[in-house]
């Protein structure tokens, strides 16, 4: 079973101040598969990180629309993102790595739940959760 969700080192590192969401340039990297990506990775790596017209390798920035927000109700903290869109895309990819490109620490890998494929140069568009305090990607209580 893959597990998807924050990685140890973004939390421990959010402690350190090695992250700042609102001002750092946060991407997102597809993959072909996990072999190297789980709540243990550390860092951006090129291992099993898919090719494909339309796709640069280290993905691409996300842009945050909604600063992190503090839900004093239900004692939790969020960031939202709006979705990110490769176009001219032909490609597969099972799953996908948010990280910090300015020192490309890991924050959170995703699991697609199958391999998603695109072709015929169409739009491949991963979309987040809305962002609440129950359901945002990245969120802590």
């Not at 992250?19 to 946060?26: A, G, K, Q, V």
């Not at 997102?28 to 640069?56: H, K, Q, R, S």
């Not at 176009?87 to 959170?108: E, P």
Request: hydrophobic share 35%; with cysteine; net charge negative.
């Amino acid at each position: 079973m893959i597990v998807q969700g924050q990685t140890t080192s973004f939390k421990k590192e959010l402690y350190l101040g090695v992250h700042d969401l609102d001002t750092d340039t946060i991407k997102i990297a597809l993959y072909t598969g996990f072999a190297d990506l789980n709540l243990d990775t550390t860092v951006y790596t090129t291992t099993n990180e898919i090719t494909g017209t339309g796709y640069t390798a280290g993905g691409k920035p996300l842009t945050v629309t909604q600063v992190p927000v503090g839900d004093l109700t239900n004692n939790t903290a969020y960031v939202s993102f709006a979705p990110v869109v490769w176009t001219g895309a032909s490609f597969t990819a099972r799953c996908a790595l948010i990280y910090n490109s300015n020192t490309n620490a890991s924050v959170c890998v995703l699991d697609f739940g199958s391999d998603k494929t695109n072709t015929q140069a169409g739009t491949f568009t991963v979309t987040f959760p809305t962002a609440t305090s129950t359901s945002a990607i990245i969120r802590f209580n």
